[in-house]
């Protein structure tokens, strides 16, 4: 809003001359009842819009990109709530440095500043806890309500015992964000679809983050297609979500949707993926999946028929497993590696040193054109050295299946 920009004429008292410029025009205002009527106005009037949310931000000592990015996505907060919120930070001992780190670190605690934090902050400061610790490391605390918080609370004490909930929170400051299965929404939502407990406790130990949305949208998304699309089964979608529960965390429209239709455009079964490996759902289609497909091609490997035959091979790495394995197939005389791989493709899964253990223990029983016979047999390779190869030879030998009268192995 327009605002007069007063300053005191020289020469004269300020009470009888006054410089007033008012909208690009400089007008002189002489005479008590004019220097009344402009200092009323330069002090009352529109006080709510003297501050804005980006001077509010700057006074942190943001600077730079991030100040902008702030001030953006946030132009149309309330910057006397965002003020008070902070005021509030520094009550509790916060200073301004950390407090710039915070929303540094947590964009949205902008919003979240807005709402009043005195009463989660007095609660944390009156059970003998850090907040400023508590919020470095997990700023999302912020987002609490006082009764939320309450909640979370009484679950701790009885969990580790009322005297050492301070001692906790602020070594697991995450934790005050836990909430009972009961009010999770991700929770909620998959036991009204059928999953089970068992499968549903499984999820909880290893991929308890998922207990934290606020939301099942994406979830419900993600289960949807599963079904509807591609046709799941209850029982299906219990084993995936089960294998893997993480799958649920990824979005569906950059990660799982894209992976699965470039899948299907090369002649992988999509049952095959979610079945025995839904986890390269999470790989980069871009980064890794695409790059991976192409080098097997470039071999002249049967893409479809080497990853529906082992689709763990989609996660193996590229640079640091599949190259150097190729080359050492090829110095072993492996002469038709894409037959090979296209035949036995868990070969590339195989550490170099094991492959090289299996070959110097075959070369050492004299086994005849070595790089014909993996041509033909590859699955050879994929043998255990010691639960298989070794005792087996052992055994052929003693009844003479193994090596001839002459002592030389036979053909």
């Given at each position: 809003a327009d605002r007069p920009a007063l300053s005191v004429v020289r020469?004269?008292?300020?009470?009888?001359?006054?410089?007033?410029?008012?909208?690009?025009?400089?007008?002189?205002?002489?005479?008590?009842?004019?220097?009344?009527?402009?200092?009323?106005?330069?002090?009352?009037?529109?006080?709510?819009?003297?501050?804005?949310?980006?001077?509010?931000?700057?006074?942190?000592?943001?600077?730079?990109?991030?100040?902008?990015?702030?001030?953006?996505?946030?132009?149309?907060?309330?910057?006397?709530?965002?003020?008070?919120?902070?005021?509030?930070?520094?009550?509790?001992?916060?200073?301004?440095?950390?407090?710039?780190?915070?929303?540094?670190?947590?964009?949205?605690?902008?919003?979240?500043?807005?709402?009043?934090?005195t009463p989660v902050l007095s609660a944390l400061h009156a059970i003998g806890a850090d907040p400023a610790?508590?919020?470095?490391?997990?700023?999302?605390?912020?987002?609490?309500?006082?009764?939320?918080?309450?909640?979370?609370?009484?679950?701790?004490?009885?969990?580790?015992?009322?005297?050492?909930?301070?001692?906790?929170v602020c070594a697991q400051p995450h934790a005050l964000m836990w909430r009972s299965d009961a009010e999770a929404p991700v929770l909620c939502y998959l036991r009204e679809l059928g999953i089970s407990e068992r499968v549903l406790k499984r999820v909880k130990k290893t991929f308890p983050s998922l207990l934290l949305l606020e939301s099942a949208s994406n979830v419900k998304l993600t289960t949807n297609y599963f079904q509807d699309t591609l046709g799941l089964s209850s029982e299906q979608l219990n084993k995936l979500v089960s294998s893997c529960p993480q799958l649920l965390g990824l979005s569906l429209r950059s990660n799982i949707r894209p992976t699965l239709e470039f899948l299907q455009a090369i002649g992988v079964r999509e049952e095959r993926i979610l079945a025995r490996h839904p986890q390269a759902l999470g790989l980069s289609l871009e980064a890794n999946i695409k790059p991976t497909v192409e080098f097997l091609r470039s071999l002249g490997v049967d893409v479809s028929r080497a990853i529906n035959s082992h689709p763990a091979l989609l996660s193996v790495s590229l640079e640091g497993k599949l190259v150097p394995t190729v080359r050492f197939l090829?110095?072993?005389?492996?002469?038709?590696?894409?037959?090979?791989?296209?035949?036995?493709?868990?070969?590339?899964?195989?550490?170099?040193?094991?492959?090289?253990?299996?070959?110097?223990?075959?070369?050492?029983?004299?086994?005849?054109?070595?790089?014909?016979?993996?041509?033909?047999?590859?699955?050879?390779?994929?043998?255990?050295?010691?639960?298989?190869?070794?005792?087996?030879?052992?055994?052929?030998?003693?009844?003479?299946?193994?090596?001839?009268?002459?002592?030389?192995?036979?053909?």
């Open positions: 020469g004269r008292m300020p009470e009888y001359g006054l410089g007033v410029e008012w909208q690009g025009r400089h007008q002189r205002k002489t005479g008590p009842l004019q220097l009344l009527i402009c200092l009323c106005y330069s002090v009352f009037s529109h006080p709510a819009t003297s501050l804005c949310v980006r001077d509010v931000l700057a006074s942190l000592g943001l600077r730079g990109r991030v100040l902008e990015r702030l001030a953006s996505s946030h132009g149309a907060a309330d910057a006397r709530a965002l003020s008070d919120g902070l005021n509030a930070l520094r009550d509790v001992g916060i200073r301004t440095k950390t407090a710039a780190e915070l929303l540094r670190k947590q964009p949205r605690a902008v919003e979240w500043l807005q709402q009043s934090p610790l508590i919020l470095r490391c997990e700023p999302a605390v912020l987002s609490l309500d006082e009764a939320r918080l309450g909640q979370a609370l009484a679950f701790l004490r009885g969990y580790v015992g009322e005297g050492r909930v301070a001692e906790f090829l110095s072993e005389g492996i002469t038709v590696p894409a037959q090979a791989l296209s035949a036995q493709p868990s070969i590339l899964s195989l550490s170099i040193e094991s492959l090289q253990a299996k070959i110097a223990f075959l070369h050492e029983l004299g086994m005849p054109r070595l790089g014909a016979q993996l041509d033909s047999y590859p699955a050879l390779l994929t043998l255990s050295l010691e639960r298989n190869l070794r005792p087996t030879a052992a055994a052929l030998n003693e009844y003479g299946f193994l090596v001839n009268s002459s002592g030389k192995m036979r053909a």
